[in-house]
């Protein structure tokens, strides 16, 4: 078992090296933290998934604590409808300059975030709505949601949350000590 564990983490890490500018530096996906930092966590989220949400707090809590840490947020709507509204309304606010603030106000909103709830967060962080709803229906949105999935897929992720930290992946949510303790090895490299 410890063998194929082994070889199951070395494979990935291959698929990583491969993909790296996919995986971290695509210029359509949204980068929060320290854009120029020295590490990147990579996470694959759905905004009604309730163990990305359970883990958002920590990840503010992380970026606060780690001005070196660069943050690479890959929308993965798999959860239906109302995910797939939230994952096009969070990639158009980028137009607006404000992904960062609306991600996390999705993140920390209590309840479904379905279309109402997309719009008061997004009123509620200072979008123009309108502009947003237009902006959603870009093929360009569209295409990185693909991508995203594809890319998702070919690191073998099966469901949110997923990171991508330096060569390793890190599947669910964890505790702040253990995504640290990626960060620290990812650094050591």
């Known amino acids: 078992q410890e063998r194929k564990r082994t070889a199951q983490t070395d494979e990935i890490a291959q698929i990583i090296a491969a993909r790296n500018d996919e995986i971290?530096?695509?210029?359509?996906?949204p980068v929060g933290g320290n854009p120029e930092g020295d590490v990147s966590l990579v996470e694959f989220f759905d905004y009604n998934c309730p163990y990305c949400?359970?883990?958002a707090p920590t990840l503010v809590e992380i970026e606060k604590d780690d001005a070196?840490?660069?943050?690479?947020?890959?929308?993965?709507?798999?959860?239906?409808?109302?995910?797939?509204?939230?994952?096009?309304a969070a990639l158009a606010s980028r137009s607006q300059g404000k992904y960062v603030e609306f991600h996390k106000g999705l993140m920390l909103a209590s309840g479904l975030v379905n279309e109402s709830k997309v719009l008061e967060v997004a009123a509620q962080v200072g979008l123009d709505v309108d502009r947003l709803r237009q902006d959603m229906e870009?093929?360009?949105?569209?295409?990185l949601?693909?991508?995203?999935?594809?890319?998702?897929?070919?690191l073998r992720?099966?469901?949110?949350?997923?990171?991508?930290?330096g060569d390793q992946m890190l599947r669910g949510a964890a505790d702040a000590e253990v995504i640290r303790g990626y960060i620290r090895e990812a650094r050591e490299k």
């Open 138 to 143: 870009a093929p360009e949105i569209t295409a």
């Open 145 to 154: 949601i693909e991508r995203n999935r594809e890319l998702a897929r070919a």
């Open 157 to 165: 992720i099966t469901g949110t949350p997923s990171f991508v930290i």
């Open 53 to 55: 949400r359970r883990v």
């Open 68 to 88: 070196k840490l660069r943050f690479v947020y890959k929308e993965w709507p798999i959860l239906g409808p109302n995910s797939e509204f939230a994952a096009r």
């Open 24 to 29: 971290f530096n695509d210029p359509a996906t």
